[in-house]
């Protein structure tokens, strides 16, 4: 009936009986798919009985009507600072200040010496929004230097004990930050920004072992969501070996795209390195930082903050210098990708882009975040073809406060992701971890839905700027894959590319909107190796 070519075609392994949303164009496929793997890439995607009368395997998988998608892709982490963030106090949902010492003193009797550091507290979410201040720390900790991290990594908190081991016990002028004062004018124990910089560069850093291991425990954390792709969006030289090397041991299977940290002295060694890549690895960007954050008041604004009305935030880039870097990363091969909160440091990033790249062009320079941008700098992306890269769940967590600090008007521009993906038809989404919580699925329902995971507003946040779901899901596949130079490689379901999937209890699309941060991940593969099984 079939002929000698039944079966007649070798695979390593074959999934089938699964509903796929393939993100490479094509409808969904109303009847049931099955994909071959060979080699750990897709050598033939197709009707179910098509392929397994074509195909035999030794590992065949019958997913039950679950649904395929490619391998999510996170385009904005800090996946490093993530991993090592499990080896410190976590902070994250504290609701008072309260809450944040009770923790940090449980974390101390179990790490009994050293630095105490962590990282979550946000004041905007605690009956007072006023910044914190060291003396119940000093109390607790008279002789043990602690310093916590605000949410978004642009301020924290110190003690007495970390101010004076930096030499910061005075109050004094710091380039691109600020040192908080109490009314006789001694530090208050908040850093901002380059203040906040200066004091954890003297922090001692974990040794190779313990970060080796964190790395290594925390890719399990993201296979868990379906994640197989991450860009690590600012690292050192010494980062992204220690990366390489983990994944050429085939102890770290996860993919990452790594972004060079754009600071000295580092940006010198990458300019020496140059870009590569390897079947894991992307090393060609570097990362700059143009402005700090919303939050905190460090995001660069065309006008004042209306809460702090003598305030615009902090451009940290000099001009000539950040000029001569782009040209020389431009010159080098280099993706640039810069971070811009605010609408002065988003207007400023793309005039020097502009500068640089000319016209239209296939560089694909990013500009991260773009919390605020001002409409009349939306035509200065597509001019030279710079792609916005954003976090929807930034919508959802400044949401409560961001108004007080933009207003009523600016507050319009602030978090238009339909405008932003309107600019060049693709709008890659990230989470920033661990600023923002991991999983994807908060990504998407962020994107689409504009609604916190408790269902906050009821009527959304700003829908008319919200995404539809296909082109939230192609932000966390295709579309983050081409912001990557990855597209020949991941990001879609065909025939070529690499076999990166995650399946799903459900169809995202199609799905009732209540119940999307419900969809349960059953498994996940990188290139054909299952790295998550919701079963075992």
């Known amino acids: 009936m079939y002929g000698c070519n039944f079966k007649s075609r070798k695979a390593d392994l074959i999934l089938h009986n699964a509903v796929a949303l393939t993100c490479d164009g094509s409808p969904q496929h109303a009847t049931p798919m099955a994909i071959a793997i060979v080699d750990g890439r897709i050598v033939a995607t197709g009707a179910e009985r098509a392929i397994l009368n074509s195909y035999s395997a030794e590992e065949k998988i019958d997913l ?53 550091t962590g990282r979550g507290w946000d004041q905007n979410d605690w009956s007072s929004s006023e910044y914190p201040t060291l003396e119940q720390l000093d109390k607790l900790f008279p002789d043990r230097p602690v310093a916590i991290r605000r949410i978004d990594g642009h301020a924290l908190l110190a003690n007495s004990s970390a101010l004076r081991i930096a030499g910061m016990s005075n109050v004094r002028p710091i380039k691109g930050g600020e040192m908080l004062y109490l009314s006789d004018g001694s530090p208050s124990g908040v850093l901002i920004d ?33 994640l197989t792709t991450v860009v690590d969006a600012g690292l050192d030289v010494s980062d992204i070996k220690r990366i390489d090397s983990l994944q050429q041991s085939g102890d770290l299977l996860i993919r990452v795209v790594a972004m060079f940290s754009g600071t000295s002295p580092n940006l010198d060694s990458a300019f020496a390195i140059g870009p590569y890549r390897t079947d894991r690895l992307v090393a060609q960007s570097i990362k700059f930082y143009m402005d700090g954050s919303l939050g905190s008041r460090g ?66 320079w990013r500009i991260e975040h773009a919390q605020v941008v001002h409409p009349s700098d939306l035509p200065l992306f597509s001019s030279a073809s710079i792609i916005p890269s954003v976090q929807p769940t930034h919508a959802t967590s400044d949401m409560y406060w961001a108004g007080e600090r933009l207003g009523r008007n600016r507050i319009r521009h602030a978090y238009a992701y339909r405008d932003l993906q309107d600019v060049l038809g693709i709008l890659p989404l990230g989470t920033d971890m661990p600023v923002e919580d991991i999983d994807p699925r908060k990504t998407f329902y962020a994107a689409t839905i504009r609604k916190d995971s408790e269902g ?18 192609h932000g966390m596949t295709l579309w983050s894959a081409i912001a990557n130079f990855q597209e020949d490689e991941v990001g879609s379901i065909e025939v070529g ?8 209890d459900r169809n995202l699309l199609t799905a009732d909107p209540d119940k999307l941060l419900d969809a349960k991940i059953l498994r996940t593969f990188i290139a054909g190796v299952q790295t998550f099984n919701t079963t075992e």
């Open 194 to 226: 380059g203040a906040a910089d200066s004091l954890l560069s003297i922090i001692p850093p974990p040794d190779d072992r313990t970060k080796d291991a964190a790395l290594i425990k925390a890719q399990y954390d993201l296979f868990a969501l379906g």
């Open 497 to 504: 590319k690499w076999a990166d999937f995650v399946i799903l």
């Open 64 to 116: 039950q009507q679950a649904v395929i998608y490619p391998g999510f892709i996170d385009a904005h982490t800090h996946f490093t600072g993530y991993a090592l963030s499990l080896l410190n106090v976590d902070l994250v949902g504290t609701k008072s200040y309260q809450e944040v010492l009770d923790k940090v003193v449980d974390f101390s009797k179990s790490h009994p010496e050293g630095w105490i």
């Open 456 to 473: 906050y507003p009821s009527e959304g946040y700003h829908l008319d700027q919200s995404l539809d779901r296909e082109a939230a899901l």
């Open 299 to 364: 995001a660069a604004l065309l006008q004042p903050y209306s809460d702090r009305p003598s305030h615009s935030g902090f451009i940290f880039q000099d001009s000539i210098t950040f000029l001569s870097n782009l040209r020389t990363a431009h010159d080098l091969g280099f993706q640039v990708a810069t971070h811009c909160i605010g609408d002065s440091a988003v207007r400023n990033v793309l005039g020097f882009y502009n500068t640089v790249l000319q016209g239209p062009n296939d560089k694909r």
